[in-house]
Nanobody, 124 residues
Framework: VQLQASGGGLVQAGGSLSLSCSASGLTLSGYSMAWFRQAPGREREFVAAIRPNGGTTYYADSAKGRFTISRVNAKNAMYLQMNNLKPEDAADYYC??????????????????WGQGTQVTVSS
C-alpha cells in the first residue's frame, strides 16, 4: 500500500497550488482522506478531510475559504486546491487515508495510511 502526494513547489504569497494524492494497493473509495502539514520545528497539523463519498468535508480554520479538498474515487485520487497562499502555509504536506470516526477526523491517529510529504514553499 502506498500513497503518493505530489504538486508541491515554490509559489509567491497570494498564489495557488494544487496538490494531488494517489494510491496503489488501496482502493480509496472506502476511506476517509485528509491532508496534514508539518513545518520545521512544529507538530503535524490537520488541514482538511473528506469522507469516502466526498459529501462531507472538514477544514482547519486556517484553511477555510482558501483551500478546497476534493476526491475522484474513479481515479483513486484526492486533491487539495490551495488559493491565496500565505507564508505561514509553507510546510510539508501529507495525505492520509483511514476508516476514521468523526471524533478522530482531525487527528493524525485517525489515519492508518500515509504518503510521503510534498513540500510547499511560499515566498513573501
Amino acid at each position: 500500500v502506498q500513497l503518493q502526494a505530489s504538486g508541491g513547489g515554490l509559489v509567491q504569497a497570494g498564489g495557488s497550488l494544487s496538490l494531488s494524492c494517489s494510491a496503489s494497493g488501496l482502493t480509496l473509495s472506502g476511506y476517509s482522506m485528509a491532508w496534514f502539514r508539518q513545518a520545521p520545528g512544529r507538530e503535524r497539523e490537520f488541514v482538511a478531510a473528506i469522507r469516502p463519498n466526498g459529501g462531507t468535508t472538514y477544514y482547519a480554520d486556517s484553511a477555510k475559504g482558501r483551500f478546497t479538498i476534493s476526491r475522484v474515487n474513479a481515479k483513486n485520487a484526492m486533491y487539495l486546491q490551495m488559493n491565496n497562499l500565505k507564508p505561514e502555509d509553507a510546510a510539508d504536506y501529507y495525505c492520509a487515508a483511514g476508516r476514521t470516526i468523526t471524533s478522530e477526523i482531525r487527528r493524525a491517529r485517525g489515519y492508518g495510511y500515509w504518503g510521503q510529504g510534498t513540500q510547499v514553499t511560499v515566498s513573501s
